[in-house]
């Protein structure tokens, strides 16, 4: 989950981290690594080699995907006051 929550993090303050530089490592940015921890048809794991979804894991993924989609919208997850 640490993935997701520099994700959110970094939208929260305005990173764009599919092509913000800084957190693009060989082509690949804090989305594919996310993406890694997928597992098809049915969420996200903890660490890559397991073969099961966890719930937790799942929630903090897809909270930090909808990061970016708003990210990419002009908003954030999490509105500031006055917003």
């Known amino acids: ?9 970094l939208t929260q303050l305005g990173i764009d981290v599919t092509k913000d530089s800084s957190f693009i490592k060989d082509g690949h940015s804090l989305q594919d690594g996310l993406m890694e921890y997928y597992i098809r048809g049915g969420g996200f794991c903890h660490v890559a080699e397991e073969k099961e979804p966890n719930a ?3 929630e903090k993924a897809l ?5 970016i989609r ?7 997850l999490y509105e500031r006051e006055g917003e």
Not at 63 to 67: G, H, K, M, T, Y
């Open 70 to 76: 708003l990210f990419e919208d002009g908003k954030t």
């Open 56 to 58: 937790m894991a799942t």
């Open 63 to 67: 909270l930090a995907l909808d990061a």
């Open 1 to 9: 989950e640490s993935t997701a929550e520099a994700i959110i993090a």
